[in-house]
């Protein structure tokens, strides 16, 4: 199971939109404050600007996190730089927080599972970005980056298209739903784990995943009994926008 770590021993802490609980979600305060809460990994959610870049921002308008509004895809890279998303900083593009998490990381410790790591939501749907996974990739692996990143969506057609550029790449698909068959989603997708929500994740859901090789992961845990339910589910790893509760959790049971 490839989960963009080196082995735990125990379920990962995802910093959800770095740590959205604490800091404006996607923006660079939020990724240092997960990193600084105890988080393993960042997640992140990336659209694609009007100039071809690929952004870090969850919505497809800018209109809920920053004072302005309009589409993702109607402004270039350096004007979404130039919004505040509370931080007094921008829009991130996603080659200069993978660069950051690199550095966080440290050179040649990508091996060290003590080491962070990210994850990369690809945003396809309502707005759909034509190459976004290839995009997504590429600055992956422009960063040197591919051992330490997995890249899920919603969208499972743009995680097969990852998988398939990138094979080394871990990979996840999120639902929020009951599928029928999620092992079998997931193998469709070429995905490495699944990514259930908190509100799907079920104990039977984790097991299968782990009887066919697959990661089992979820989201968002952030009260107590989400996160218990989380642990007791038997997950490799869950997304917070609480850090800190999930990893104090963590260290409690673990």
Known sequence: MRSGLGPLGRPAVI?????????????????EKGAALGADLVECDVHLSRDGQVVVIHDETVDRTTSKTGRVQDLT???????????GRGVPRLADLLAWVARQAGEGTRGDPGALGIVVEIKNGPVFYPDIAVKVVAAIAAASMIERTMVI???????????????????????HARLVDPVSAARSA??????P???????????????AGLGAF?????????IDRALDSGVDGAGSDYPDRLALRIKERF
């Open 15 to 31: 910093g959800h939109r770095g740590a959205r609980g604490h800091a404006p979600e996607n923006s660079m305060a939020a990724f």
């Open 218 to 226: 979820t989201w968002t845990a952030n009260t107590l009994a989400e």
């Open 197 to 211: 929500s908190i509100a799907m994740l079920t104990p039977e859901v984790v097991r299968e995943a782990h009887a």
């Open 77 to 87: 890279a350096d004007d979404l730089a130039h919004l505040d998303l509370g931080d």
């Open 153 to 175: 969506s919603f969208d499972h057609l743009a995680v097969r298209e990852a998988k398939v550029l990138c094979p080394e790449l871990a990979t996840g698909i999120l639902y």
């Open 190 to 195: 070429r995905a490495d784990s699944i990514w």
